[in-house]
């Protein structure tokens, strides 16, 4: 469900956007860093999450990003395996397939609760699977992502689901800032000292990630790995496209936030 900017460029999902399907890009998309504070326990051990999908390089480029993210992650490619998994290593949520090759997501989610009754569930269904999306939900599950998804909506929701189970040490309860620029990821706002400004589903997923990663230079790569569907395929002036939309919303009449790093990429970061 792409939305289109006045000049006919294709926008992404209104539902979410998301990045590419090169399985190869998280080795360049995710450099290295220190867990963030949301992703602990209140005692400081990392959050635990469970990957369950049986397309390989989909489960890697998701435990990829998870970890970069700070959780301790593993995976399973199908609900057998994924209840074994699940006794081993105790996840406090996982990211669970709802179509498997040898039972579906919602037999592998009731298995796993009776031992682990509190774990949080983010199932995956695809985009028409509306029957699927119902059953998942009815039968307990926690929330859904309908593929193609993007990686930063998968994050947004994962890290809502164990902030609400009080499983994870809030960060500000998702408040991001940089300078005057603030987000509050619940509530789906940014604000610039104090004033509040309108974004596309598009424009919020990019400037989250860059808010998430400030003084960081990312290349263009990296933010259509992490921002665009996982199997976009598009072409790198579709960023530049985005970053200049926030530019104008963000930094028009004020001190630019956002930078270019001229052949590297673009940084968020107060000037001076």
Same mark, same amino acid.
């Given at each position: 469900?792409?939305?289109?900017?006045?000049?006919?460029?294709?926008?992404?999902?209104?539902?979410?956007?998301?990045?590419?399907?090169?399985?190869?890009?998280?080795?360049?998309? !995710?450099?290295?860093?220190?867990?963030?504070?949301? $992703?602990?326990?209140?005692?400081?051990?990392?959050?635990?999450?469970?990957?369950?999908?049986?397309?390989?390089?989909?489960?890697?480029?998701?435990?990829?990003?998870?970890?970069?993210?700070?959780?301790?992650?593993?995976?399973?490619?199908?609900? /057998?395996?994924?209840?074994?998994?699940?006794?081993?290593?105790?996840?406090?949520?996982?990211?669970?397939?709802?179509?498997?090759?040898?039972?579906?997501?919602?037999? !592998?989610?009731?298995?796993?609760? &009776?031992?682990?009754?509190?774990?949080?569930?983010?199932?995956?269904?695809?985009?028409?699977?509306?029957?699927?999306? !119902?059953?998942?939900? $009815?039968?307990?599950?926690?929330?859904?992502?309908?593929?193609?998804?993007?990686?930063?909506?998968?994050?947004?929701?994962?890290?809502?689901?164990?902030?609400?189970?009080?499983?994870?040490?809030?960060?500000?309860?998702?408040?991001?800032?940089?300078?005057?620029?603030? @987000?509050?990821?619940?509530?789906?706002?940014?604000?610039?000292?104090?004033?509040?400004?309108?974004?596309?589903?598009?424009?919020?997923?990019?400037?989250?990630? @860059?808010?998430?990663?400030?003084?960081?230079?990312?290349?263009? /790569?990296?933010?259509?790995?992490?921002?665009?569907?996982?199997?976009?395929?598009? &072409?790198?002036?579709?960023?530049?496209?985005?970053?200049?939309?926030?530019?104008?919303?963000?930094?028009?009449?004020?001190?630019?936030?956002?930078? $270019?790093?001229?052949?590297?990429?673009?940084?968020?970061?107060?000037?001076?």
């Amino acid at each position: 469900m792409p939305d289109y900017p006045a000049n006919g460029a294709p926008a992404m999902a209104a539902s979410g956007p998301a990045a590419p399907a090169a399985p190869s890009a998280p080795a360049s998309a !995710v450099p290295a860093q220190q867990p963030r504070a949301g $992703t602990l326990h209140a005692d400081g051990t990392p959050v635990r999450v469970l990957v369950v999908d049986d397309e390989p390089s989909l489960a890697e480029l998701l435990s990829s990003v998870l970890r970069y993210e700070g959780w301790s992650v593993r995976t399973a490619g199908d609900g /057998a395996d994924a209840v074994r998994t699940s006794r081993e290593f105790r996840p406090d949520a996982v990211v669970l397939d709802i179509m498997l090759p040898d039972f579906d997501g919602v037999e !592998v989610m009731r298995r796993m609760r &009776q031992e682990l009754p509190d774990i949080c569930v983010l199932f995956l269904t695809a985009r028409d699977a509306v029957e699927d999306r !119902v059953a998942g939900l $009815t039968a307990g599950g926690d929330d859904y992502v309908t593929k193609p998804f993007s990686l930063e909506e998968v994050l947004a929701r994962l890290r809502g689901l164990l902030r609400r189970a009080n499983l994870s040490r809030p960060a500000a309860e998702g408040a991001l800032a940089v300078a005057d620029l603030t @987000m509050d990821e619940d509530a789906r706002e940014v604000r610039r000292a104090g004033e509040l400004i309108d974004l596309t589903a598009t424009e919020f997923e990019l400037l989250r990630f @860059m808010m998430r990663n400030p003084r960081r230079v990312l290349s263009k /790569a990296q933010i259509l790995d992490r921002v665009w569907n996982y199997d976009f395929g598009g &072409q790198a002036h579709v960023v530049e496209l985005y970053i200049s939309y926030l530019r104008k919303k963000i930094d028009a009449g004020r001190e630019p936030l956002i930078h $270019t790093v001229r052949g590297v990429g673009y940084v968020l970061k107060p000037a001076g």
